[in-house]
């Protein structure tokens, strides 16, 4: 079939539905085509092509730090992240996530940069693709006896304990902490390497459900909105009510004499 008999509709289908990997060769048939929505539909597709490339590269470094590891020899490579250390109510909550060394998940970032709906969907397929993944938590009141740095350590190596298998090496978003196990600490590791942004994405998915359910055993809050950080409205909720008992005594303004 000669390709100026298929219709513009026929062949902007053709472009929009391609994977990738087939673009290349349907935008080398069409540009020939000078009817303008052909020429459109390949600008467009030409546009598609470009930005896949660029996040499949943009993957890729994300993986490397993992990748290198593996391809000298260490197999299991773990990430583990926390979330909710500065928040008022609530625990201290760290994800870990193991994958293997190829694995891509189109828009996997550093989790403050994703709206709650993209966090949510990307959770979704980590849990799909990772070899293992798990959750750990460290309570209020542990963070009030041991302090926010022991507790938030206490939750990563709950996080790594939760695993299925043991990571012979942990990457640590941040500052070297003691995990147990042999680790490495990469600075803004949450942006930067594969494993620690899922494991953030994990980690914030859990905690900011386990904070919509506490909202309705601790209700007035608006832990469900907050997620027990200090927005103006949970400030004045605080300074109405006093503290709940998930809230983290130890932290001001819960530990303000004048709200007991």
Do not use: W
Not at 60 to 65: I, N, P, S, V
Not at 101 to 106: A, L
Request: charged fraction near 20%; aromatic fraction near 2%; glycine fraction near 8%.
């Amino acid at each position: 079939m000669r390709m100026d008999t298929l219709s513009v509709a026929m062949i902007r289908g053709a472009l929009g539905a391609a994977p990738r990997e087939q673009l290349p060769a349907l935008i080398a048939l069409h540009e020939t085509d000078r009817r303008p929505g052909v020429l459109s539909a390949v600008s467009v597709a030409r546009r598609r092509l470009a930005r896949d490339l660029a996040e499949c590269e943009r993957l890729k470094a994300l993986a490397e730090a993992e990748r290198r590891m593996v391809d000298a020899g260490v197999t299991l490579v773990a990430g583990v992240d926390e979330v909710g250390r500065g928040a008022l109510a609530g625990p201290v909550s760290a994800g870990a996530c193991i994958f293997t060394r190829d694995v891509m998940i189109p828009g996997l970032d550093d989790s403050k940069r994703l709206t709650p709906i993209v966090r949510q969907r990307l959770s979704t397929e980590i849990l799909a693709v990772a070899v293992s993944c798990a959750v750990g938590h460290a309570s209020p009141a542990e963070i009030d006896t041991i302090g926010i740095g022991p507790a938030t350590v206490l939750a990563m190596r709950r996080a790594l304990d939760g695993l299925s298998v043991a990571p012979e090496h942990v990457l640590v978003d941040g500052r070297a902490v003691d995990v147990g196990r042999p680790s490495t600490a990469i600075v803004r590791g949450d942006a930067t390497v594969r494993a620690i942004a899922a494991a953030a994405i994990l980690a914030k998915v859990a905690r900011d459900a386990l904070m919509v359910e506490l909202d309705v055993v601790h209700a007035g809050y608006g832990l469900a909105g907050n997620k027990g950080y200090g927005s103006a409205d949970h400030l004045a909720a605080i300074a109405e009510l006093g503290p709940s008992p998930i809230h983290r005594r130890s932290f001001a303004p819960c530990s303000q004499i004048a709200l007991f």
